[in-house]
């Protein structure tokens, strides 16, 4: 196998399993950060007419995205990379950040395809990752294609004007149909035909933009008024939209019919206009780059087993959309409350001792969820599970570190002794140094020396931890190790992406004159 540039391999960022109670080495836990997040202007658009438009159609990706190595190719070459990514966007229920953990609808069919893929692989120790990449809508298509991903999950129907350019799986749903739902502010509409000369609100890069281009053609053939087509910001999802047209902001919007069956309990004030169909027939699918025949192989055996109607299919939904309490914020979840509360020391001392503070947010949650409180086994405390005798080390020398600025300042010093004193070799890059540094801190510093030696013995670059020290290390060690860098490595680098489009979308709801609920999570 051939190594792994080491921001190629950075995908690995978003692909979680579930925590344990017990905060061991390799439970994986996540760390949040807004330091990346992009900021817009409070008043930026506001001279726009309609406070939905797009403030800029194209919405480029970000700096966040950066390490996401841009790469085309077939499913062997993804085994080969050790990496398939997903691209979805950023909406609760489908995917989203609850506190510092992925959860959502796509997050856990990621998680699972992982499963199915590495079992037919017969993959052990090093693993192939499914990851998660949250993109704005109207980047799907164009991430897809330029490399950024290597699979679309994000509701996409199929239709005649996509299958020019991509290729999709088998149906991930029944068919479905595209309906008007409409709010307390909406008129008395007796048929589709007295929505001509009023205004619809749809994202440009929407399948509802094409019915409503449809429809428009049939009104004009009757010398009957178009629909007034509004682009709405593509940060905007349907959650979003609904929510407005519940509340009275909109008077309409276009939904697919089976979103308002499982919505029926959360948008209690809208009428679902069953009889105003734009689309009918329609199928979702996962979507991916032409000439992936291997790609396509796989996620189609994949989804014959868990699309959407299958056992597992519905207990996901009903996790995720009619069980989520979309009322409260889900950012106000008691582990990103930890966060928010321990931010300045890790920024404090990440600034002292010139080390990222993500890293040390990523690293100790991982360790223990932020929680202070947490013991292990072997004497470890709090946040970042310091043991007293590393504390008192001169290297170190740390006091009372059951306090928690304390706790988390002995371990940031400890990660900036083992990098500094281990890991100062010219041929190491900084990011390696950290990645090394983290093993050290997980396994000992001796035992990395070791490692390092064997791999070099073995014909691996003993400078560079993924797919050379990482394999020695899974043989002579096991997963321990293995797991507790990558796990840090993709918290570090998921809010990188996540964060991103996390502020992108509630700036969009903000200015849309949304607060709260579905969206802001």
């Known amino acids: 196998m051939k190594p792994l540039p080491l921001f190629g391999y950075s995908l690995l960022l978003l692909c979680l399993a579930a925590c344990s109670g017990d905060p061991q080495p390799d439970q994986e836990p996540s ?20 406070p939905l438009s797009p403030i800029d159609d194209s919405i480029e990706l970000s700096d966040a995205y950066s390490p996401i190595e841009k790469w085309t190719g077939d499913f062997d070459g993804m085994v080969d990379r050790r990496l398939v990514r997903i691209l979805t966007v950023y909406s609760v229920g489908r995917y989203y950040m609850d506190g510092a953990q992925e959860k ?37 298509i164009p991430a897809l294609l330029a490399g950024r991903g290597d699979i679309i999950d994000a ?58 281009d449809i429809l428009n053609r049939k009104l004009e053939t009757q010398g009957m008024a178009p629909v007034d087509i509004r682009p709405v910001n593509e940060l905007l999802e349907d959650d979003d939209l609904v929510e407005m047209v519940n509340s009275g902001m909109l008077p309409w919007a276009i939904i697919d019919e089976y979103k308002m069956q499982l919505w029926d309990d959360v948008f209690t004030d809208l009428d679902v206009r069953n009889d105003i169909v734009f689309r009918s027939g329609a199928r979702i699918a996962w979507a991916f780059r032409k000439q992936s025949p291997l790609l396509a192989k796989e996620v189609n055996a994949f989804l014959k087993k868990h699309r959407a109607g299958t056992l597992l299919g519905n207990v996901l939904i009903n996790r995720y959309i009619r069980d989520f309490d979309w009322a409260s914020n889900a950012l106000a979840d008691e582990d990103y409350l930890r966060f928010e509360n321990l931010r300045h020391l ?24 932020l929680d202070q409180s947490a013991r292990s086994r072997a004497g470890a405390i709090g946040v970042m599970q310091v043991k007293k005798s590393t504390a008192a080390d001169r290297n170190v020398n740390i006091s009372d570190i059951h306090k928690v600025e304390n706790n988390i300042h002995a371990g940031i010093k400890y990660m900036d002794f083992l990098r500094e004193r281990y890991f100062d070799d010219e041929e190491v890059d900084e990011d390696n140094r950290i990645l090394l540094a983290l093993a050290a801190y997980n396994v000992g510093p001796n035992r990395m020396i070791s490692l390092r030696q064997k791999a070099e013995r073995d014909g691996y670059d003993p400078n560079v931890w993924f797919d050379t020290v990482e394999l020695v290390a899974a043989r002579e060690v096991g997963r321990e190790p293995v797991s507790y860098v990558s796990n840090i490595y993709k918290y ?15 700036q969009a709801r903000k200015r849309a004159g949304i607060s709260g609920g579905p969206g802001s999570g």
């Open 31 to 50: 760390p949040v950060s807004t330091e990346h997040q992009t900021e817009v202007s409070e008043d930026e658009g506001s001279d726009a007419a309609d």
């Open 104 to 140: 959502g609808l796509v997050h856990e069919a990621a998680r699972l395809f992982e499963e199915f893929l590495n079992k037919r692989l017969k993959n052990r120790h090093v693993k192939l990752r499914v990851v998660v990449v949250p993109v704005a809508r109207n980047q799907l």
């Open 155 to 212: 509701s996409l129907s199929i239709t005649p004007e996509r299958q020019e350019i991509i290729e999709f799986s088998i149906p991930a749903s029944k068919a479905v149909s595209e309906i008007l739902v409409t709010g307390p502010s909406a008129p008395a509409l007796e048929s589709i035909a007295d929505l001509s000369g009023q205004t619809l609100h749809v994202r440009q890069s929407s399948s509802y933009r094409e019915s409503v």
């Open 346 to 369: 890790f920024e404090k001392y990440g600034e002292l001792y010139g080390f990222d503070y993500l890293w040390a947010a990523a690293q100790g949650y991982q360790e223990s969820r």
């Open 492 to 506: 570090y680098l998921a809010y990188r992406t996540s964060a991103d489009q996390l502020s992108r979308r509630q």
